[in-house]
């Protein structure tokens, strides 16, 4: 919040600091850092395997040209700039009930 470091630094910093943390009450162990490298590594290719299948999504949406078509429905609806905000949000609403907030990120 300072600018004294990055978010990836400051993140560093705090992995660093529990590692030492550990250590220094004895609690570090190798099948401690087996584990969290382990869970760590399950986590990242869940989101990387959702950043993928959002970016295949976004190729087949584009090239089947469906942008063009929300954006010729918008623009005959003529709802104006705050009536296509009020679309977007109720799109995101109704994204939210079947996909991961994740998912909706990488998708919109």
Do not use: H
């Not at 929300?70 to 609806?77: F, R, S, Y």
Request: glycine share 8%.
């Amino acid at each position: 919040l300072l600018g004294i470091a990055t978010p990836v630094e400051a993140s560093a910093i705090g992995a660093l600091s529990t590692v030492v943390g550990a250590a220094i009450t004895r609690k570090l162990s190798w099948s401690m850092l087996k584990d969290s490298t382990s869970m760590t590594l399950r986590l990242t290719s869940i989101a990387m395997w959702i950043f993928v299948a959002a970016l295949a999504f976004g190729k087949v949406y584009g090239a089947l040209g469906a942008s063009e078509l929300v954006e010729k429905t918008l623009n005959m609806l003529n709802v104006g700039p705050m009536g296509v905000l009020i679309i977007m949000q109720l799109s995101y609403f109704f994204l939210g009930m079947i996909l991961d907030d994740t998912a909706i990120l990488f998708i919109c």
